[in-house]
């Protein structure tokens, strides 16, 4: 079977909770062996206790050395790294005319930084090996622009030219880094407790109207499920997607179509 990635060993950064959490235990339940790194030690502790074989790992992805130290973690404990899924991400929502440069400047450190330290330090191993699966997890705000939401979409577009960059190199070694491009997550921890509430503010509209909103922008008339980018970690993960490399996937039930 292709898709078969039984034994191999993954790293998943933002693994303690919400999409992070979901990918740590579908790649558990395809046989992998999984660090679960997240910047809440707690909660990563908590995921990977429920799992076959699996570490946590407590790191803050903008910080160089604690990513080094989490990829040496994994090869350590199971002596290679198959898959980095560089999942670690935060948003702040404001207007362009009130962004606080600050805040700002957060977001693309954790989001495109913070991919590029994990691109780094999973590339070394890679390298080493003649193998291995880097998957990115972006956004459609990666593929155009987000209402009020640019440092998020900025940092986004930034990854996918990381991810092809990335891949470009990797090539001649065997290895491959691709990325996916979820659609709105409605019914994640993200969007229930802080999203809905943020574009509500954003928009001078209910959580009820916002909602609605987002569901009738897709044309399969849904949010993505969990499932949805999950089955697409474990392709790209796998020797099933052997001859995809560089590419940016939309997942988002046809609300972006674009390359």
């Not at 990381?162 to 993200?190: K, M, T």
Request: aromatic letters at 6%.
């Amino acid at each position: 079977m292709l898709a078969n990635i039984e034994g191999r060993v993954a790293i998943v950064t933002g693994g303690g909770q919400g999409l992070g959490e979901a990918i740590c235990r579908r790649l558990a339940a395809e046989g992998c062996k999984v660090l679960v790194a997240d910047l809440n030690g707690g909660n990563a502790a908590t995921v990977a206790a429920d799992l076959p074989e699996a570490m946590s790992y407590t790191v803050d992805v903008t910080d160089e050395a604690q990513v080094a130290g989490m990829v040496a973690a994994a090869v350590a404990r199971w002596g290679r790294l198959d898959i980095m899924v560089a999942n670690a991400g935060i948003l702040i929502a404001e207007a362009i005319e009130d962004a606080d440069a600050a805040k700002w400047r957060t977001v693309i450190d954790v989001n495109l930084v913070g991919a590029m330290l994990c691109c780094k330090y999973a590339a070394r191993e890679f390298i080493t090996q003649q193998s291995g699966a880097l998957v990115a997890i972006n956004s459609k705000s990666g593929k155009r622009g987000s209402f009020r939401n640019s440092a998020y979409a900025a940092s986004k577009f930034g990854a996918i030219g990381l991810i092809q960059s990335v891949a470009l190199e990797l090539a001649p070694h065997g290895a491959r880094a691709n990325a996916i491009c979820p659609g709105n997550l409605l019914d994640s921890p993200l969007w229930q407790d802080s999203l809905f509430e943020q574009y509500a503010r954003n928009r001078g509209m209910s959580v009820a109207d916002v909602r609605k909103m987002y569901e009738g922008q897709v044309p399969l008339g849904r949010g993505a499920s969990y499932d949805d980018i999950t089955n697409m970690v474990v392709f790209l993960a796998s020797d099933a997607s052997s001859y995809m490399t560089g590419q940016a996937i939309n997942v988002t039930g046809g609300q972006v179509m674009s390359p």
